[in-house]
């Protein structure tokens, strides 16, 4: 059997990974002696044959792991790998589980994409997308009401406005925000069985990270929402971050925008503008959702207002924190 994850929700795609490895050492190896994890990157064919052809000695059948295959940079090894897995029975007990962040928008070359395609057709294969705010929301109520609780349509869109929509942040937060409640025993529902989160607990308790509070800031000048623009400067000023400090790193979110921008223009795929950005995935998948809302004219003649507002600023013609309300004043 060939099971394939792929896709730049890693958060998703590595919970169904834990669920499938819970479920094989439950019903089929308890000791744990069949089930094998490598590194796809350097691993040769020779091996994964060793690994999948070999049968346990203490199971009914293996499962092995591997992950980020593709940045595996053999000659010729998906050439090989792709003959070898069709050449596979049909009724092959063994699992050979492939587990990378790759995403159907990715540039391969034919070997690759080849095995790509293959795997995509595999006996299981799951696509895990970055999710949409609304998606995030969604699965954000799902996930509370699996572990006891409730929330608020506001609250669940707030935290993920908070948290930039990484879900590795949003399922820590959950589980903090369901217990205070239930520590606090306010808002209890006998109706939902649990704990009621409203959008004040999450204003009490959740932080967002500064660059996600920088993204959901660019975000709304992206779509000229002045007013959670405004509020959203207003919070950074309050948390007592340096003006100047502010305004740099809102600069340094422009530059990655224009830079993320160029790529696209010239058809760079998400992976290769990882890589050459030395980004996050998760930040580079952001911002290419957010950098087409603008045309590089604009992100251009945003970034040279914020140049010059630092440099009046700098200079003790102006402050940078009425300049900036003034810039969000003219989106």
Same mark, same amino acid.
């Given at each position: 059997?060939?099971?394939?994850?792929?896709?730049?929700?890693?958060?998703?795609?590595?919970?169904?990974?834990?669920?499938?490895?819970?479920?094989?050492?439950?019903?089929?190896?308890?000791?744990?002696?069949?089930?094998?994890?490598?590194?796809?990157?350097?691993?040769?064919?020779?091996?994964?044959?060793?690994?999948?052809?070999?049968?346990?000695?203490?199971?009914?059948?293996?499962?092995?792991?591997?992950?980020?295959?593709?940045?595996?940079?053999?000659?010729?090894?998906?050439?090989?790998?792709?003959?070898?897995?069709?050449?596979?029975? %049909?009724?092959?007990?063994?699992?050979?589980?492939?587990?990378?962040?790759?995403?159907?928008?990715?540039?391969?070359?034919?070997?690759?994409?080849?095995?790509?395609?293959?795997?995509?057709?595999?006996?299981?294969?799951?696509?895990?997308?970055?999710?949409?705010?609304?998606?995030?929301?969604?699965?954000?109520?799902?996930?509370?009401?699996?572990?006891?609780?409730?929330?608020?349509?506001?609250?669940?869109?707030?935290?993920?406005?908070?948290?930039?929509?990484?879900?590795?942040?949003?399922?820590?937060?959950?589980?903090?925000?369901?217990?205070?409640?239930?520590?606090?025993?306010?808002?209890?529902?006998?109706?939902?069985?649990?704990?009621?989160?409203?959008?004040?607990?999450?204003? %009490?308790?959740?932080?967002?990270?500064?660059?996600?509070?920088?993204?959901?800031?660019?975000?709304?000048?992206?779509?000229?929402?002045? %007013?959670?623009?405004?509020?959203?400067?207003?919070? /950074?000023?309050?948390?007592?971050?340096?003006?100047?400090?502010?305004?740099?790193?809102?600069?340094?979110?422009?530059?990655?925008?224009?830079?993320?921008?160029?790529?696209?223009?010239?058809?760079?795929?998400?992976?290769?503008?990882?890589?050459?950005?030395?980004?996050?995935?998760?930040?580079?998948?952001?911002?290419?959702? /957010?950098?087409?809302?603008?045309?590089?004219?604009?992100?251009?003649?945003?970034?040279?207002?914020?140049?010059?507002?630092?440099?009046?600023?700098?200079?003790?013609?102006?402050?940078? %924190?009425?300049?900036?309300?003034?810039?969000?004043?003219?989106?």
């Amino acid at each position: 059997m060939i099971i394939f994850f792929y896709g730049q929700d890693t958060f998703r795609s590595r919970k169904k990974l834990q669920e499938l490895k819970d479920k094989f050492l439950r019903e089929v190896d308890p000791g744990g002696s069949s089930l094998v994890f490598k590194d796809g990157e350097n691993i040769a064919l020779a091996e994964i044959n060793e690994l999948v052809g070999t049968p346990s000695l203490f199971a009914r059948k293996r499962m092995v792991i591997l992950e980020n295959i593709f940045k595996n940079k053999k000659p010729e090894f998906f050439k090989e790998i792709t003959a070898y897995l069709k050449s596979r029975r %049909k009724n092959e007990e063994n699992i050979l589980v492939f587990w990378d962040d790759i995403s159907e928008e990715e540039k391969l070359n034919k070997e690759k994409k080849v095995f790509f395609d293959f795997l995509k057709k595999a006996d299981y294969s799951g696509n895990f997308k970055i999710l949409s705010n609304k998606e995030a929301a969604d699965w954000i109520k799902n996930e509370v009401g699996a572990r006891g609780g409730a929330i608020t349509n506001d609250a669940a869109s707030f935290l993920v406005s908070l948290s930039g929509g990484d879900l590795w942040q949003i399922d820590n937060e959950i589980n903090k925000l369901i217990n205070f409640k239930l520590s606090q025993k306010l808002n209890l529902s006998a109706a939902e069985g649990g704990a009621v989160i409203n959008k004040i607990d999450i204003e %009490k308790l959740v932080r967002g990270g500064f660059d996600e509070n920088i993204f959901s800031l660019t975000d709304a000048i992206s779509i000229k929402d002045k %007013k959670t623009a405004a509020r959203l400067l207003e919070e /950074q000023v309050e948390a007592g971050l340096a003006e100047f400090y502010l305004l740099s790193m809102i600069m340094r979110q422009f530059k990655i925008l224009i830079q993320i921008r160029e790529a696209l223009d010239n058809n760079f795929s998400s992976r290769k503008i990882i890589n050459q950005l030395k980004l996050h995935p998760f930040i580079v998948q952001k911002g290419i959702s /957010q950098a087409k809302n603008f045309t590089p004219a604009r992100l251009k003649s945003i970034f040279n207002e914020l140049i010059r507002i630092d440099y009046e600023a700098k200079t003790g013609r102006t402050d940078v %924190k009425t300049e900036l309300d003034v810039f969000l004043a003219r989106l």
